[in-house]
């Protein structure tokens, strides 16, 4: 029961980003995706390999009905699955993997949580204001949303880490 609720959940907030890209496209500076927070918290069982596909489904989904250019998030988000695990095992410890628990901020610690949330949306921003840009953009302007699309969502990625992370919102899915 536990999946088909995290499940519903997922796509609940799929929809939720397709939405944010049509409708509230601030401008060409923000970038608003909390995406690498949803990768950073799928089930601590799933490989590189299943990470890799969600992700990709979620970037090519998400492309599909909203940005116009298919590949984009997937790309971004790519790497951010790639180095989930090892970027877990580096903040939490190998105990994380061998309890099999799910990133509950109220077990591992808000601050770590966060800090691994917040190390995935760097990844993700850099890697898509560098593939987005290619090279036709100024340093500056670059820079400058990296910044402004960093702030705000990271205030994204920690109201996602709460609905994903603590112990009555994964009660909720049971």
């Known amino acids: 029961m536990r999946n088909s609720g995290l499940i519903i959940i997922y796509l609940i907030f799929i929809v939720a980003q397709i939405i944010l890209n049509n409708v509230f496209n601030l401008s060409q500076y923000i970038i608003l995706s909390f995406l690498p927070a949803m990768i950073v918290c799928l089930p601590s069982q799933s490989s590189t390999g299943i990470n890799l596909l969600v992700a990709f489904a979620i970037g090519f989904i998400v492309d599909f009905f909203s940005t116009g250019m298919v590949g984009m998030t997937a790309v971004a988000l790519l790497p951010v699955a790639f180095v989930r695990n090892t970027l877990l095992t580096f903040i939490f410890g190998e105990e994380y993997f061998s309890r099999r628990d799910d990133i509950m901020s109220d077990i591992q610690g808000f601050r770590r949580t966060i800090i691994c949330v917040e190390i995935s949306l760097l990844l993700y921003l850099l890697i898509y204001i560098i593939v987005d840009s290619a090279g036709t953009r100024p340093f500056g302007f670059n820079l400058l949303r990296f ?8 205030g994204a990625s920690i109201f996602i880490l709460q609905n994903f992370s603590s112990k009555d919102s994964n009660s909720r899915w049971n």
């Not at 910044?147 to 990271?154: A, D, G, R």
């Open 147 to 154: 910044l402004i699309s960093f702030i705000i969502c990271s």
